[in-house]
């Protein structure tokens, strides 16, 4: 056991923890006598994975990738990376069905946030393609899948690691022919153009997300780069294969001065990112990384926001509510508060998780450096103007949301709390996170 200063991605908010790395399930139970949260790889961006003053069970020991079957079922250890998953996987046709935007996630992870990707339009979260997974809790060990304790398998997709310690998943991974995504690019001079051709075109695509400058103000308001595109077959590429991607080789080595990002460097990086976007290009072929998992490339970026770090607001709101993705971003280009390119995207139908992030229409994701005095207050309005369009905040980018907000945005978080008193009578499992909340902590 290390004691260890801990904070997410975001690098706000740090605790100190005692840390574990169980390496099976007995080693999970054991020390599932106290207070206790799992971590992944601590790519979630605010306090889901830490817990001052008690234990946190690090699940990188928790290993192990079966053979894939001829129907792409593969069982997967909690602890296994994505990256590690997909180096395995990709040169045997096999393709996860949903990747959030960075391969730096663990198996466990992804199902402690009910991740979605590029695709939630057409295949929803990955909840959507869990077949079985083995679940931890204070009263035992268990097997949930969608027909045996369906509620419990649904309460512990999303449930940020608070119904019990994951040790193995199996999902159903897809097929693919090709390491490529052949991808159209489109340039929008504004959010409206942007938001009505995602409405009416993104059907056609698996995969679809516009990166979006909020930065510009006036007539260029939310001008946007849209990429939309699907794994291309062999007979679509010259050159196909079936190859892994690489493990980043650059890495920032030391925290940049804080204000490094400042509203001028951004802008200076936004308008070089839509200038060097193409106006409109058809099937053009990228690698897997090049079009998932951009930001891999370097390891440690995050240490560019400084030793103030940055927080991630993302929210999603119906469809009826578009025009609060317009205010969202019109608030922000009018504060002048720095924020980088955000990224739009549009979410299918909802899984059953009572905690899933993801419900029909638009979610926004914003990055936005931690130091100007507006920011907190602008975050407050922001959360009001979701709540009040029906829409709400996701948990894995969360390191502020007040607790009567959050339960307002989750109306069935008394159910997710009730199936959580089931298997955690003591709240033995509790974070940083569900103590600020009131997530079944008895802190709360
Ligand atoms: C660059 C970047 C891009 C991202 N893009 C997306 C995106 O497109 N879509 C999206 O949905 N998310 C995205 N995310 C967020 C990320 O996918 C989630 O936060 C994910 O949960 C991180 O996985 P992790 O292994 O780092 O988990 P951690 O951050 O360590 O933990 C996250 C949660 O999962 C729980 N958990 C971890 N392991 C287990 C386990 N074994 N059993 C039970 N619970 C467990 C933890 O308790 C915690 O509550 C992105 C993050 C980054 C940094």
Redesign the pocket.
């Known amino acids: 056991m290390t004691r260890q200063r801990l904070t997410?991605?975001g690098r706000t908010s740090a605790s100190l923890s005692s840390v574990i790395s169980p390496r099976n399930e007995d080693e999970v139970a054991a020390a599932l006598s106290g207070e206790v949260?799992?971590?992944?790889?601590?790519?979630?961006?605010g306090d889901?994975?830490q817990l001052a003053g008690g234990v946190v069970?690090d699940?990188a020991e928790?290993g192990g990738v079966s053979a894939i079957s001829a129907d792409g079922l593969v069982t997967v250890g909690?602890?296994v990376?994505l990256e590690d998953l997909l180096a395995l996987s990709i040169p045997q046709g096999w393709f996860v069905p949903v990747?959030?935007?960075?391969r730096?996630?663990?198996?466990?992870?992804?199902?402690?946030?009910?991740?979605?990707?590029?695709n939630h339009h057409r295949e929803g979260?990955i909840g959507a393609h869990v077949t079985e997974m083995r679940?931890v809790t204070p009263i035992g060990a268990m097997t949930l899948s969608p027909t045996h304790e369906p509620a419990l398998f649904w309460a512990?997709m999303g449930?940020?690691?608070?119904?019990?310690?994951?040790?193995s998943v199996t999902l159903r991974m897809i097929r693919i022919e090709t390491d490529q995504v052949l991808v159209d690019t489109d340039r929008f001079g504004d959010l409206d153009a942007v938001m009505a051709e995602m409405s009416r075109g993104d059907d056609a695509y698996r995969y679809s997300v516009a990166w979006v400058d909020c930065m510009t103000r006036g007539s260029h308001m939310g001008r946007a780069i849209l990429t939309r595109g699907d794994h291309a077959t062999a007979s679509q590429v010259d050159d196909a294969h079936l190859k892994a991607p690489r493990a980043a080789r650059l890495r920032v080595p030391l925290d940049a001065p804080s204000g490094l990002l400042n509203p001028f460097s951004i802008r200076a990086f936004n308008e070089l990112w839509f200038r060097s976007a193409p106006r409109h290009e058809r099937d053009e072929a990228q690698s897997l990384a090049t079009f998932f998992?951009p930001?891999?490339g370097v390891g440690d970026?995050?240490r560019l926001y400084g030793r103030r770090g940055f927080v991630?607001y993302q929210f999603c709101v119906p469809d009826a509510a578009g025009e609060t993705v317009v205010e969202a971003i019109s608030r922000l280009s009018s504060s002048r508060v720095p924020s980088f390119l955000a990224?739009l995207k549009r979410f299918g139908a909802a899984n059953p998780a009572p905690l899933s992030?993801p419900q029909p229409g638009w979610t926004l994701?914003l990055d936005l450096p931690v130091g100007p005095e507006k920011l907190p207050g602008i975050l407050d309005g922001l959360d009001e103007l979701v709540l009040g369009a029906g829409g709400r905040v996701?948990?894995?980018?969360d390191a502020r949301l007040a607790p009567a907000t959050f339960a307002a945005m989750y109306p069935r978080l008394g159910e997710f709390l009730a199936l959580k008193a089931r298997v955690d009578p003591e709240g033995h499992l509790t974070?940083d996170?569900a103590r600020r909340l009131h997530l079944g902590s008895p802190h709360g």
Do not use: E
């Open positions: 997410g991605w949260i799992a971590r992944g790889l601590g790519r979630s961006y889901a994975a069970l699940n928790l909690a602890g990376s990747t959030p935007g960075t730096q996630v663990s198996i466990g992870g992804m199902i402690g946030a009910d991740v979605h990707g590029k979260s679940l512990t449930a940020m690691g608070l119904t019990g310690v994951l040790t998992h930001l891999d970026w995050n991630q990224v992030f994701a996701y948990l894995a980018k974070s996170l």
